[in-house]
């Protein structure tokens, strides 16, 4: 079987019961055995034991289970699914430049094949809501911010893609070849329309559009003002990459006299409607800066060690109260991509950096849950399981031969291997039933993914 079919479970209720229930709502309440209803695409009822009668309800057996909120992914770059494996042993900025030529060969039918991979893994990871950082938009490319939308439309995920845009190339002293860049006027243009045709701000929006210039080494002061300029006159949230390495703040020290945090400052980018990826380099001042103007942080420990740009200072910025969530980053510079392999990275890397207490196994459940859904301004309706929020769920199973007799469900899923996922549901809908992504045909997904890759390196040498 070979084509798409999106899949509609649970026109009725549904019931989950007999699962470890970790709620990650305020109080961090869990149910040792409990229960939770879904009526259409919203939770009704949550708690200890067995569930209430529910006339009509599918019944699904969670015992063996951990039963969490969907995970939120909140950096990525999708695209890239197909270009993974390049520069393996490279710095940001080498990878970078070996990179934009193959990227600059990319199209709508490529960006379809390549985000339809990389969503249905990351659902199979136990993801439900994902951003996505689109930047690089080729000429005669076609549409391929629309080619993501479709593909996640297909998969089933909740997405909030980030039109992205560059405009300072080579020739003016930024980072990408001038053939992978925007005008100024192309980028502003391409961006409004994203917004005008897509954006959804409803409070069950499945899709909502943010505005996103790549990082400060390759888009212009003017681009970044403007962006700021036409989110906020929309309304939508602003993103962009953020003192990832060493070598970007030189970047900012030599060009505009200051850091990364202060340049935003400087281009009017810090509120809570801004969320930074990676911020890895950090002094006390920026940390503050960040607390107090409520913008928000996508921490993305895999890909800052794969590329080895440092680690981030996830801890401090938790305890100073910055909005932080967790992100898999683009598949170039995270060949993994599991949401759950980053809040256990998190855990790891915190402790390694800052001892033992650092970051409990709960708090990585947060970031990557409740924590995310604040970056993406969607706590009120998702990130944790509470009555009246969106039924965004993972049901893992932890009593297979991975999991079976570790003391803590949710030890289990933040320190042990990533765990078989029985079932999530987006919206109140199955996208992954027994470790399977069940709206798309994943072998032949497989098949076209590495069909794409080939042809595109084979494009670029
Ligand atoms: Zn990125």
């Given at each position: 079987m070979s084509e798409s079919r999106p899949i509609v479970i649970g026109s009725g209720p549904i019931v989950i019961e007999g699962a470890y229930v970790a709620?990650?709502?305020?109080?961090?309440?869990?149910?040792?055995?409990?229960?939770?209803?879904?009526?259409?695409?919203?939770?009704?009822?949550?708690?200890?034991?067995?569930?209430?009668?529910?006339?009509?309800?599918?019944?699904?057996?969670?015992?063996?289970?951990?039963?969490?909120?969907?995970?939120?992914?909140?950096?990525?770059?999708?695209?890239?699914?197909?270009?993974?494996?390049?520069?393996?042993?490279?710095?940001?900025f080498e990878w970078l430049q070996t990179l934009y030529p193959v990227w600059a060969g990319i199209?709508?039918?490529?960006v379809r094949t390549a985000a339809t991979g990389g969503l249905a893994w990351l659902a199979k990871h136990g993801c439900t809501l994902t951003t996505d950082h689109h930047y690089v938009v080729p000429r005669d490319g076609g549409d391929v911010f629309a080619a993501e939308i479709d593909a996640a439309r297909v998969v089933g995920l909740r997405f909030h893609p980030t039109r992205g845009s560059m405009d300072l190339g080579r020739s003016s002293g930024g980072l990408p070849p001038d053939s992978v860049v925007e005008t100024l006027d192309g980028a502003l243009?391409?961006?409004?329309?994203?917004?005008?045709?897509?954006?959804?701000?409803?409070?069950?929006?499945?899709?909502?559009?943010?505005?996103?210039?790549?990082?400060?080494?390759?888009?212009?002061?003017?681009?970044?003002?403007e962006s700021a300029a036409l989110a906020r006159e929309s309304g939508v949230l602003l993103h962009t990459h953020l003192a990832e390495t060493l070598d970007e703040e030189q970047f900012c020290l030599d060009r505009f006299g200051c850091t990364p945090v202060e340049y935003m400052?400087?281009?009017?980018?810090?509120?809570?409607?801004?969320?930074?990826?990676?911020?890895?380099?950090?002094?006390?001042?920026?940390?503050?800066?960040?607390?107090?103007?409520?913008?928000?942080?996508?921490?993305?420990?895999?890909s800052?060690?794969?590329?080895?740009?440092?680690?981030?200072?996830?801890?401090?910025?938790?305890?100073?109260?910055?909005?932080?969530?967790?992100?898999?980053?683009?598949?170039?510079?995270?060949?993994?991509?599991?949401?759950?392999?980053?809040?256990?990275?998190?855990?790891?890397?915190?402790?390694?950096?800052?001892?033992?207490?650092?970051?409990s196994v709960r708090t990585a459940l947060e970031l990557a849950t409740i924590g995310g859904a604040r970056v993406l301004g969607r706590d009120g309706d998702l990130g944790s399981i509470e009555p009246g929020k969106l039924a965004d769920l993972a049901l893992w199973r932890v009593d297979?031969?991975?999991?079976?007799?570790?003391?803590?469900?949710?030890?289990?899923?933040?320190?042990?291997?990533?765990?078989?996922?029985?079932?999530?549901?987006?919206?109140?809908?199955?996208?992954v039933e027994s470790?399977?992504?069940?709206?798309?045909?994943?072998?032949?997904?497989?098949?076209?993914?590495?069909r794409a890759h080939d042809a595109l390196v084979a494009g670029a040498g």
């Open positions: 709620t990650v709502d305020a109080a961090r309440t869990e149910h040792t055995t409990g229960h939770v209803v879904v009526h259409g695409n919203r939770i009704t009822a949550v708690g200890a034991g067995p569930a209430p009668d529910v006339e009509g309800a599918e019944v699904i057996d969670g015992r063996g289970c951990l039963l969490t909120p969907g995970l939120v992914n909140t950096h990525h770059h999708l695209y890239q699914w197909i270009t993974r494996g390049l520069a393996a042993d490279s710095t940001l199209d709508e039918d490529s243009t391409g961006t409004a329309d994203a917004i005008a045709r897509w954006h959804d701000d409803s409070p069950d929006s499945m899709l909502r559009i943010g505005v996103a210039p790549c990082s400060p080494f390759s888009v212009t002061t003017e681009l970044l003002r400052r400087e281009v009017g980018w810090l509120g809570d409607d801004v969320w930074f990826a990676h911020a890895v380099h950090l002094d006390d001042a920026a940390v503050e800066t960040m607390a107090s103007t409520g913008t928000g942080a996508a921490h993305c420990p895999t800052n060690a794969r590329l080895g740009a440092g680690i981030a200072r996830a801890a401090d910025l938790h305890a100073a109260g910055v909005r932080l969530g967790l992100g898999v980053d683009g598949a170039a510079s995270n060949e993994a991509c599991s949401m759950i392999e980053e809040a256990r990275h998190a855990t790891l890397f915190a402790r390694a950096r800052g001892g033992p207490d650092a970051m297979a031969l991975g999991h079976a007799g570790i003391t803590d469900p949710v030890a289990a899923l933040v320190l042990g291997a990533t765990p078989p996922l029985e079932r999530l549901f987006v919206d109140g809908r199955v996208v470790g399977r992504t069940v709206t798309v045909d994943e072998e032949s997904v497989a098949r076209e993914v590495a």
